[in-house]
């Protein structure tokens, strides 16, 4: 054990007979170098590493000769103390930052390979030292918090270096102990984020010991808990539960999980599931009895949570006599989370939830067949490894000729293969028959692994039926870093592969998964609840749930169900994500998903409700919510009442509004009454709305609206005509913005119903281009000028001291002046000066604007400034809350074409959202909003400028909006007004007339792309909705008649192609007529689906009309997929073609394909299209570009097909088979177009693009 002494004998070192002399001759040789006189003796220093420190500190020898000798003297025997002063000068501490450094930091000079050559004083004056020559001024790099000084922090960080474990606490203990600063410093080491570990939470696992330390010294860590931090505190709570310390720590977890910390509440409740129940709900009553009506309102929570089935008696006992309305309302609440709401089905399992299945929220047994075992262990055949003799020949040969051309470069490939021979192929056996563990990649696999190597053998191999399910889930965990999820996307190679086309053939994945874990694989459902950041659950080609009923203790776990039981917390977003794959929901999770439903996060709130969609008697547990102490849980509850249509909880909600004060609150209930269809007219009366103005300005402040041009609210009108008084229109805007839903909800949209016609537009117009304007607000030019001349002299210098010094990296480094000045000029320019994203609640008061001034000022911010997320997700939203056909237009163009994905994935939830409310899919509600810019049925938009002047607006044959007066001449714009009568009809034409140019163009653009996706997906229409949404509609139909479409039955079956002439009659090739009466559903076609006569014929008819298609449908000659390679997930005939990487974007871009995501290093290495309809993204993957961009020899390298993820993101590939015919032919083509336009295909492809 470490000792206390300031530099005297620890009593743990003893230097003895030769080793002692040889220690005091190196002591008083080292002080003699230094030149240093004083009494300390290698007695003093013991066994710290004197050379080691020097080492480690030469770098200052350049600020001072000795000075690193002077160090290790300090260090080691605590001479010079005077020290510590020199090294806190700035020189000093500049040279010890410029240094080479590595982050995190780790243990470069081994200094404590061997901690017991270290006495904690020592360790305390290294601490010191590194304090003094490096401030920290920063958390990020350093274990602990700031609570800690600043030594302890260095001290320990340098000791746990290089990601040492099993560190004995004690030594920790004793090291803060001799620095007199107490418990608390030690627990804010260990329960801190560990310093080497991203989005870790606590030190703990570094350490042996501590188990024991939480039970040894339970009264001085309760004594210690209220001066630590609270998200320090919130950990050592978790490991008091994770420990199962729950009884020594009772009072402790109660007092916590009643605290004013929700993160530290949290971790309170969680532990104490795990206490023993009896006892428990005795501490609880005991509390309770003392408690103040605030915390006996949580500790009702708190028993209803943690107590199991003693929740329902405990809660009755405590509830006698109980008068507080604020606890009897916790009470009420509670209920609906212990017993089953009245009316639910009453679920008591007849057999334990697990491997044969569970019991759902309705009562129903969710059976699950028996799963066949994990197979065993068999000897491997080696006659099998004979199938891979083609393979073996071609690599060996491709190695060879690797070999040979890596002698020009420094780095190659082929140094990391050597030659297959039998012996490497008796490695692959070994590994497939052996049985231990298997936890690293294995070498044996990795030539079957390598990238650019393809051979049909090695499938023809891993399928043949000599190799069992054991040699093959070895032979993919040998490929791969053990994680499940390898097998699915394309990490464990060829033998992941052959596991997916097993399970395609009806292998069990219970199966699988028993045989994975066997033999040294990840759970991936517990790493999926520990991981750090987000990712997707693994596509398991097949349903997930039958592996998730033997693992419900994990998914406890992470919902907070019971005890933590590892060093890292599980995600409830993650544990909420992996239930929503079950086909019902679990009945033990009904009463936790309530609690959850109401959290504040929208992450978690939001799939908790969606959990219990379907859960008997949910309405009266979710009315109970009403009487929640919390306004925001009270706002959600109504806001979910109405979601979900609960007219029989209108009496609570009426209830609970007639007590209310909170003004989030209220609205949230106004609304959800209008949303039910009660009437609310009463909360509309103008005294009373003044009264709550008044009440509402004088208390509330929004400091996020402190730039809001408030002078420049419009004056307003109600429909009566009467003036709206300008107070109320100010309390409007600060009420949304409190209540921050840009969406809206139908409390201002009555508000804004109420206005005289015009005037809600004028008011929402104002507050749109004012929160636009305030968001994107830039320098001017003068600023951006008056930077660029400031500070160009120092970058010049800069860059031209950079260039000199990395050379080949000299054109990141521009020297030339002008160039400088411009693009610190352009930086500036470009740098926006705020933000207006925590006001985005006043874009509520947008929702009636008129809907093409609101898609065209939304679709250029988009355009312009996609890139701020949250604020193209708040814009998004008033448009979807304002429904025009144009302002749904533009959500449903970000829901497919957005470049930012989380962007795209909300454009789309909005666009399920209010497809779910009218029972449309979304192509349905696509197509019944697209707008008509005006033009009736004969394509004509009358245009009234006064008695006898009525003039018209139509689209030439070039689609060109042409303007014709009363006597039928073409006119280049509207008269003015004769007279003054004239004037506001006047007016009213020209805004007519204006939308109607505008929608126009955009309708052409957004539906002329809609039909190409829709010929891609094949989507099919009934007769019906296509006679009226598409040949009718007086743009759409235009656009229609330019293309060649089919008839097909009720059974799919083709009746005949046909193009529509754009008066309602139909011809095909020939000229003949053709009466579409027959057909059931109506298709574009395309070429790949017809033959080669169809084609010309088709061609010659539409030159014959000079008709030009607005997209290619005929035209291209396209690439025919071979039957046997329908199971394939990629196509990679175009991989080596050369093309520099601006003619590859500005190709690409021309095709409607968009850049993907940079990856590590600021790499992007494929260009993307999302098809929504069809779940897919599709991929053209190249050997990359850097960003910023630059022009570069890139090479194509494959098209492959994925899932589309919830976020926006490509999941797994599918197999060729699984795609739509046209859309694989049509991306297929643009691959080879983008090929066309390179220089075609080169041998040495991988060194020219990565040179």
Known sequence: MVGFSHGAHSGRVSAQGLGEAVALGIWDRFKTSL?????????????????????????????????????????????????????????????????????????????????????????????????????????????????????????????????????PVETLEELAAFGELGLGAVLDILFCRDAAQYGTNTSVDRFAGVEAFLQGRSDAISAALPD???????????????????????PVLLEASIGSSKKVRTAARQALTGSNGAVLAAAISERFAKAAPGARAELVEVAALTLG????????????????????????????????????????????????????????WVALPPAEPAPEATPFDRRALDVLAPAVDEFNRMLAAGKKEAEQFRWHWS??????????????????????????????????????????????????????????????????????????????????????????????IRTLYAAWLENGGHDFVRDHLTQRWYGPLPDLEGALWPLLPERMALIDEALGMVPQTGGSA??????????????????????????????????????????????????????????????????QAADWLARRGESGEVPAIRRALAKDKSDLARAAMISALER?????????????????????????????????????????????????????????????????QPGGNA?????????????????????????????????TDEEANAYAAANVAAVLQNNIANAKRWPQSADYFPTDRDVVFARLRAGMASTYLGSAVDSKGILALCVKVNGADAAQRVRAFLKDHGARVAQSKALLEALAANGSSAALQVVLAASNRSKQKSVQAHAGALIDAIADQNGWSAAQLADRTVPTAGFDAD???????????????????QDALVLLNADGREVKALPGPRIDEERPVVEAAKKLLSNARKETKQVFAAQTERLKEAMCLQRSWPREDWESFVAGHPIVGRIAARLVWQGYDHEAQSLGLFRPLGDGSYTDAEDGDVDIAAFAEVRLTHSSLLDTAAIAAWRRHLTDYAVQPPFDQLGRDLPLLDPADYGNRSISDREGWMIETFKLRGVATKLGWQRGPAQDGGWFLTYEKAYREAGLQVEIEFTGSPLPEENRPSALQSLHFRKLRGAGSGGTAVALRDVPPVLLAECWRDYHDIAAKGTGFDTDWNKKAYA
């Open 747 to 779: 409390l201002m949209s009555l508000w804004l119903d109420r206005l005289a016609p015009g005037d809600a537009h004028k008011l929402g117009w104002m507050v749109l281009t004012s929160w636009i304007d305030e968001d994107t607000r830039t320098p």
């Open 35 to 167: 030149g240093l006189v004083g009494t300390a003796s290698a007695e003093a220093i013991g066994n710290a590493p004197i050379g080691k420190i020097v080492k480690h500190f030469e770098v200052l020898e350049k600020q001072e000769r000795g000075l690193s000798k002077q160090i290790a003297a300090y260090v080691c025997a605590g001479e010079q103390s005077s020290l510590l002063l020199k090294l806190q000068g700035s020189a000093v501490q500049q040279a010890w930052r410029a240094r080479h450094q590595i982050f995190p930091i780790r243990d470069e000079s081994g200094l404590f390979t061997a901690l017991a050559d270290w006495r904690v004083d020592q360790m305390l004056r290294l601490g010191e030292v590194l304090a003094a020559v490096d401030p920290i001024n920063w958390d990020w790099g350093y274990f602990g918090t700031k609570k800690s000084p600043d030594w302890l922090r260095h001290v320990v960080t340098q000791w746990l270096g290089h990601g040492r474990k099993n560190q």
């Open 570 to 635: 599980m995600r409830v977003t993650a544990g909420l994500e992996i239930l929503g794959h079950f086909p019902k929901l679990p009945a033990r999770y009904r009463s936790r998903l309530l609690i959850l439903a109401g959290e504040t996060s929208s992450h978690v709130r939001t799939p908790a409700r969606a959990l219990l969609a379907g859960t008997p008697g949910l309405g009266e547990a979710i009315a109970r919510q009403l009487e929640d102490g919390r306004q925001d849980v009270r706002a």
């Open 309 to 364: 089935d003693l929740a329902p008696h405990v809660l009755a006992q405590l509830r006698e006599g109980e008068t507080s309305a604020k606890v009897l309302a916790a009470f009420d609440r509670s209920s609906s989370a212990a017993p089953l709401a009245s009316g639910a089905v009453e679920a008591v399992p007849q057999r334990p939830d697990g491997a044969e299945g569970y019991t759902a929220v309705d009562g129903t």
């Open 939 to 957: 394509g004509v938009v009358e245009l009234d400028c006064g008695e006898g002047r009525t003039y018209v607006a139509r689209l030439d044959e």
């Open 228 to 250: 630590l931090g609270a998200d320090v505190r919130a950990e050592v709570i978790a490991s008091i539960g994770r420990f199962g310390q729950q009884a020594r720590y009772l």
């Open 676 to 740: 039910l269809g009660e009437d609310v007219s009463e909360f509309f009366a103008q005294d009373a709305m003044l009264k709550d103005a008044r009440t509402g300005l004088a208390k509330l402040k929004i400091k996020a609206l402190d730039w809001f041009p408030f002078e420049r609210l419009p004056p307003l009108k109600w429909d009566s005509g009467e003036l709206v008084d300008p107070l109320l229109p100010r309390w409007w805007v600060m009420l949304a913005g409190k209540l921050k």
């Open 415 to 508: 140094k990391n293969y050597s030659p297959v021979n039998r012996g490497a192929l008796e490695r692959i056996a070994v590994l497939a028959e052996s049985t231990y563990q298997i936890s690293t990649a294995q070498t044996a696999m990795g030539w079957l692994n390598f990238g650019q190597f393809r051979h049909p053998a090695v499938d023809q191999f891993l399928d043949d039926p000599r190799i069992t399910l054991y040699h093959l889930v070895r032979m993919a965990l040998g490929a791969s870093h053990r994680h499940f999820s390898s097998i699915f996307n394309g990490y464990s190679g060829p033998a992941g592969a052959a596991v997916v086309r097993r399970l395609a053939a009806g292998l069990d």
